[in-house]
């Protein structure tokens, strides 16, 4: 159903600034930068740190967090594994868009399943999509319990919860893993910069 193409007779317009110029004029390279792990990992809190370093550097940046999608553009959708499909979906199309523009687009999502951030990474294009997975066991996540999901998913009242009633899928390639369980925030925002200049995407 997901998969449906129900636009016809359209035509994709190109743009008369490319990619490459902007990224010239930058002095960058756009890319999206895909955090994936459970609820409570540190997703989000690492992106924004991201960005903000990033920024202070003088890059183009935003973070596309998963409860702020879900306020507007996938607010019709719920949390079955067709509605997480398309989620991801819709994420991986904006965030290329993002890079189009020149932005490195930073994803807080936890995007459980590997093919859904297979087909993201697709999207993006070759070398323009960094998974780093931010891994952080189920007890950790749940002694943090930031938004008291958790106990609401123990209590039955979260169906298919990532983690307790629904799966999550490890990546098995991911450009890096950091442990937030056991690594602080500046750590581990400077081990995404680091991947960062290794793949010459910043100086």
């Known amino acids: 159903m997901l998969e449906e193409v129900k636009s016809t007779n359209i ?4 743009g008369d600034i490319t990619r490459e110029e902007r990224e010239r004029r930058n002095g960058y390279k756009s890319v999206v930068i895909w955090f994936t792990g459970l609820s409570g990992s540190g997703k989000s809190t690492l992106a924004h740190a991201v960005e903000r370093a990033l920024y202070d550097l003088g890059c183009h940046t935003f973070v596309l967090d998963g409860d702020n999608i879900r306020h507007g553009l996938n607010k019709n959708l719920g949390f079955s594994p067709a509605d997480r499909e398309e989620n991801i979906r819709r994420i991986g199309e904006v965030a290329k868009l ?3 523009a020149g932005i490195i687009a930073m994803t807080a999502f936890i995007s459980p399943y ?7 990474r697709a999207v993006a294009g070759d070398g323009r999509f960094i ?5 952080c066991s189920v007890a950790v996540c749940e002694q943090r319990d930031v938004k008291g999901l958790y106990k609401k998913a123990r209590a ?11 799966p999550y899928e490890e990546p098995l390639h991911a450009e890096l893993i950091v442990d937030t369980a056991v690594e602080g925030v ?9 991947v960062l200049r290794e793949r010459g995407i910043i100086g």
């Open 11 to 14: 035509t994709w317009h190109a």
């Open 98 to 100: 993002f890079t189009d």
């Open 114 to 120: 590997r093919a859904d951030r297979d087909k993201a």
């Open 131 to 135: 998974e780093v997975y931010v891994k």
């Open 156 to 166: 039955g009242l979260v169906p298919e919860f990532t983690g307790i009633s629904a």
């Open 186 to 194: 500046d750590e581990c925002m400077a081990r995404v910069l680091g």
